[in-house]
């Protein structure tokens, strides 16, 4: 090992620190305007769990289930299981499954939408380690109006 290995090594830490606290003061700054809230009487409530299991080192599945509130309006509550994910290699995930919505709508009929879905994730290898990738899914939304 050559004598400066270990200072070359503190300095990628001190570019990294120095990155994430520029991420950090980047976040703070704009935060105020993302944050805002338009009115009172259009927040929505959510309570999501999000469990993942590995099955294999190449192979996982998830699932989603949440319910959401807008005090006025609705509850909707989502049911997203079987989901999983195929690694086909280091830069390409597979992902598909399933997803179901039921609206108990306070003032209209209440529905039920299902949303079958295909999926896939690209990743992008960088020298930082930092998980970069897109994500692209299509749906289809099939949407039950349950009063007719």
Not at 40 to 57: A, C, K, L
Not at 90 to 112: I, P, R
Request: with cysteine; aromatic share 18%; hydrophobic share 35%.
């Amino acid at each position: 090992m050559a004598s400066g290995a270990p200072a070359e090594t503190c300095m990628k830490c001190h570019r990294l620190y120095r990155l994430a606290g520029f991420g950090l003061l980047l976040a703070l700054a704009l935060r105020p305007p993302l944050a805002r809230a338009t009115d009172d009487e259009n927040n929505e409530y959510q309570f999501n769990v999000n469990p993942s299991v590995r099955i294999t080192d190449n192979f996982s599945t998830f699932g989603n289930f949440g319910y959401y509130n807008q005090p006025d309006d609705y509850s909707k509550y989502r049911f997203g299981w079987p989901a999983m994910e195929w690694k086909a290699n280091d830069w390409l995930h597979l992902v598909g499954g399933f997803e179901a919505y039921y609206t108990d709508n306070y003032d209209s009929a209440d529905t039920l939408e299902l949303r079958p879905f295909a999926g896939v994730k690209l990743f992008f290898p960088n020298k930082a380690k930092i998980r970069l990738y897109n994500f692209t899914r299509y749906e289809y939304r099939a949407i039950e109006n349950l009063d007719t």
